[in-house]
């Protein structure tokens, strides 16, 4: 069975760089793509970016400039750094699996986040 | 447009039926998929490519998709049922992942 495990700092102060780490743990680590969602106190969920084995990266535009997603096929984990965070970046983070979305036969699909990490909450406080 | 509505809650009676509905241009290209969210706990896939459920999920789990528009359907809701769901789509440019609002389902 599949399992994602997730670990790093969970306090911060402002203008620091969040960094967390996912490791996988059985299952192919080639056949899907690896994100980070992220889940802000009382608010939704929003995606962060995705990376694949290959080292090939997406990230939401809205946070491209401060983020970097890393992939180390060795270990078989896959790596979030956020960086100047502000009390804004205070949320659940999540790292997890998907089945990427793609289009075929005149459909497309979306991804499909399968399993997930145990999620970290970090806070960003002075 | 790169945004997905939901209506921010929904109540059900239990053992009724139930639609939590998903709205955004995306949806006209993209199937959705479905996310429960519990308190305290990681979201889990509850539906994907417009009517695929996930082992273990179970079958009173459908959906469906009409325009621009995606809908899960809970018949015969239970009390382990209340929770947040969540819709996910690429956006059209299939660059992104949006997330709907969420709609808090609640089971009296």
């Known amino acids: 069975q599949v399992q994602l495990q997730q670990w790093g700092a969970g306090l911060l102060k402002p203008s620091e760089t969040l960094s967390l780490t996912c490791g996988v743990y059985?299952?192919?680590?080639?056949?899907?793509?690896w994100n980070w969602i992220r889940q802000p106190p009382g608010k939704g969920l929003e995606w962060i970016g995705e990376?694949?084995?290959?080292?090939?990266?997406k990230y939401n535009p809205s946070l491209k400039s401060r983020v970097t997603i890393s992939v180390d096929t060795s270990k078989i984990q896959f790596s979030l750094k956020l960086r100047s965070v502000t009390a804004t970046d205070t949320a659940v983070y999540y790292c997890a699996r998907a089945r990427r979305g793609y289009c075929s036969g005149g459909f497309c699909y979306s991804d499909a986040f399968a399993i997930w990490g145990q999620g970290t909450m970090v806070a960003v406080s002075s | 447009s790169s945004e997905l509505t939901q209506e921010p809650a929904v109540s059900v009676a239990l053992g009724q039926t139930v639609r939590i509905t998903c709205q955004g241009d995306s949806l006209r290209s993209y199937y959705a998929s479905w996310y429960q969210r519990k308190p305290g706990q990681a979201p889990v896939l509850v539906m994907y490519?417009?009517?695929t459920r996930p082992s273990g999920i179970p079958d009173r789990f459908s959906g469906s998709s009409s325009r621009d528009t995606a809908s899960l359907t809970i018949t015969g809701a239970q009390a382990e049922d209340e929770a947040d769901y969540y819709c996910s789509s690429r956006d059209s440019s299939g660059d992104r992942v949006l997330f709907g609002g969420g709609t808090k389902l609640t089971v009296l």
């Open positions: 990376i694949n084995h290959s080292g090939s990266t």
């Open positions: 490519d417009k009517n």
């Open positions: 059985g299952g192919s680590f080639s056949d899907y793509y």
